[in-house]
């Protein structure tokens, strides 16, 4: 079975820091990955996706994930935070033993501060 | 285009009482997700409808839960009897078929036992 662990629940940077936000997947075949947005009071929305077309992956509002095998990691990254980066970003999972639905980590919430 | 739509949007209700949340997903769409978020469990997959088969019911967390998928379309999930552990965000969401597609998820549906 699929299964994501996000590392830090919590994570706070200052504005224009560099924003990591990491991600290990357990999959027994290379899986699609996802990392979702969801702002307060909001659904979520889709940042970027891993497809095993490249390993690096761009999204939405700067932000950009690199899939590495060797090290079962997804991590999330943005070189320069901005305050309307403060949000919830969940990664996730979709791989064949579990159909098409999406396993998610927990979740890491994202403060930036000015 | 339209989103994945939910309503209602809020519900407040007595322990007890049965409620119904409906789903409108993207035009198109063949495939329809059920989760769960609530504070402390993170998103939970509670079901999941493809075309014409029978759905994967297997997140349904007791048999007081029950969704339907009319015309290949519209969905409505039903709790029955509802506990205060049932309050939490209900989030819709959906995609096209086959395995990998991005699902997009509606704003939710909130819903409150008291």
């Known amino acids: 079975a699929q299964s994501v662990t996000q590392l830090g629940s919590h994570v706070s940077v200052s504005e224009g820091a560099l924003v990591l936000l990491r991600c290990n997947y357990s999959?027994?075949?290379?899986?699609?990955l996802f990392w979702y947005v969801q702002y307060p009071n909001q659904g979520l929305q889709l940042l970027l996706k891993?497809?095993?077309?490249?390993?690096l992956v761009k999204g939405i509002n700067g932000f950009e994930a690199e899939f590495k095998k060797s090290e079962t990691s997804f991590h999330l990254t943005k070189p320069s935070a901005h305050m309307s980066d403060a949000a919830e970003y969940f990664c996730?999972?979709?791989?064949?033993?579990?159909?098409?639905?999406?396993?998610f980590g927990e979740g890491t919430q994202l403060t930036v501060n000015p | 285009g339209a989103g994945v739509s939910q309503s209602p949007s809020n519900k407040v209700t007595e322990k007890g009482k049965d409620v119904e949340l409906r789903c409108d997903p993207i035009?198109?769409?063949?495939?329809l997700y059920w989760y769960r978020q609530s504070l402390g469990q993170g998103l939970e997959f509670l079901i999941y409808?493809?075309?014409?088969?029978?759905?994967?019911k297997s997140g349904l967390p007791s048999d007081r839960f029950s969704a339907e998928r009319t015309g290949g379309s519209v969905s409505t999930l039903t709790i029955q009897r509802t506990q205060q552990e049932d309050s939490a965000v209900y989030l819709c969401?959906?995609?096209?078929?086959?395995?990998?597609?991005?699902?997009?998820f509606g704003e939710g549906s909130w819903l409150t036992v008291v």
């Open positions: 891993y497809t095993s077309a490249a390993t």
């Open positions: 969401a959906s995609s096209r078929t086959g395995f990998g597609n991005t699902i997009y």
């Open positions: 035009s198109g769409h063949t495939a």
């Open positions: 996730a999972v979709m791989g064949e033993t579990s159909g098409s639905r999406l396993t």
């Open positions: 409808f493809q075309g014409n088969s029978a759905p994967d």
């Open positions: 999959s027994s075949v290379p899986p699609y």
